[in-house]
């Protein structure tokens, strides 16, 4: 029989084998022995250089875009060849419908923050952190916080559960931020990780020393980083501890987030009787909870909290539910939940059964006697769902005691302040749901038990159609919570792309801020070449380049045939007298929307040119009145140039200011332009 292979790491750009021949990795179906994994001989310190020194610099010469466009062709790669992870995959004991959640959530969360990339992100390699900050009152001294790449290298240290996802969702934020990274899977199903790492180096999209592997243990590793680098953990809360209390975290100031195995809740809001549809909504996320990655899941619902009146009808619903699911092996006929990672893992949920039924009553599954189809249940690592029933929701164990497997509590609560003090008992948890269609009881439950949980989930009959579920962490979303949970956030959109990188206050004068941030600044140079901005394209335009038109008179008759042509007859434009009461006006004004139209005539440039469409404003501010008689000068200065890869134009965003014949200004505003590339265009 052929040996069982040795995973390899890859390490400062080559694939490394162990020293030794590794420990097994056992098959969780049939427990056979599916690879082997080891890491003596490794050289940590050298992968670390590697990112530092290679990797580091190739991915801070690229723009967030062409990070970005990387990321897009590698999540679209591994996406179009997903089958060929499948079977390598069920040894690890996931279905087919655990594998949408492991593979194709990795992928989608590469696609994902590909497209964060090149929507929020600008095509520099620096992130400007809101506006300029006057710290003077002649406005030459300002400050700026901005967003610059970390110099080091990110670590990720991830739990068995979700061996793609896991590696993914954390590589993305941290390659777009430009810091290179490297895995640290968990070993008992780092065989399924090193398989899509090899696709991944296979494509030879991304820049050496970008990413690397360590298939193995990772002793000695942390001794090498300071506070250049930062460790991303998922896992227990124990073992987060651990490494939270390494020198390098305490004393090196190595940046540490944990997102560690939490007590997460489902309520059945007070409303949501068996007669209703979040009834059956309810049922159905703590069964999906239970059975998705046979219940190995961080976010899964370990506590059902109901109404006491509807706990016997809550049982036996999901009593109901849970006795259709079919558990065996992955891709045999029927199967609906799958094995655990190991044998070792399903002693340890049964030893948390076990302390749970202190003071709980086992409603549902007996882990002694159950069917397993396509496979041996002695050999595997498999356990029946398992419901257990506590009427003293007082009891510590439920909120102490996570059994991370098929297994959910039932807790009894008697109102609506009770159900958030339980909500609250799990010590910090990365999600809860609450079942309701009362807004009224949705606003109270997140004003009580919100700063508990990393997320909350509400549910009802309206968004069900389109809600992800309980258990689905979302690229755009944060994941992580307090306590318990690990203290810590990872995702959430373009904020775990910051995350990764340095935010800095920088003081300067208008012109040298808008040097370090390709954004012009209010008092900064403006450039008028006697060239209208509107006729020069994206490769002529220049940050400064300004155009002043006017003034113009605004007349009564004008702001009387705008109130008729547009219907907008307010009384301060309309009504002297009701306007002359008006403290803030004092007489009848122009509209502000007459203003930025006429500001729009003064410096529109009419001819066919590089501005091929006006397609927003934004910061619109109205902050003088205009009355009749006065006049108005507008000034519009290119404020930034944003190309687009792949597209023939870009956008150009112009600040607008509009001032009176006093020179005080009556409207400011942000105008959104696409630019063409070249004018004329190239054919």
Known sequence: MTAAPLLESYAAGRWWASADEGTPLPDAVTGETVARIGSRGLDVAGMVTHAREVGGPA????????RAALLKALGAHLMAGKAEFAALSHRTGATDGDNVVDIDGGFGTLLSYASTGRRELPDDVLVLDGPPTPLGRGGTFLGQHVYTSM???????????????????????????????????????????????????ATGLLPEGSVQLLSGSASGLLDHLDGRDLVGFTGSASTAALLRAHPAVTERAVRFNAEADSLNCSVLGPDAGPDTPEFALFVDGVVTEMTVKAGQKCTAIRRAIVPRQHADAVVEAIGARLADVVVGAPGADGVTMGALASVDQRDEVLRAVDRLRTHAQLVVGDPTDFAVTGADRERGAFLPPMLLRCDDPAAPEPHDVEAFGPVATVLPYDGLADAVALARRGQGSLVASLVTHDPAVARQFVLGAGSAHGRVHVLDRDDAGESTGHGSPLPVLVHGGPGRAGGGEELGGVRGVLHHMQRTAVQGSPDLLTGVGNRWVTGAARRDDGVHPFRKSLAELRIGDSVTAGPREITLADIEHFAEFTGDTFYAHMDEAAAAANPLFGGRVAHGYLIVSWAAGLFVDPDPGPVLANYGVDNLRFLTPVKPGEQVTVTLTCKQITPRGGADHGEVRWDAVVVDSAGAPVATYDVLTMVAKTWPPAA
């Open 151 to 201: 110099t080091g290298v990110a670590v990720q240290i991830n739990a068995f559960n979700f061996p793609v996802w896991g590696m993914l969702e954390k590589l993305a934020p941290a390659f777009l931020a430009g810091l290179p990274t490297i895995v640290k899977p968990a070993s008992q199903t780092a065989y399924l990780t090193e398989a899509v790492f090899r696709a991944i180096i």
């Open 59 to 66: 991915l801070r010469e690229l723009t967030f875009h062409q």
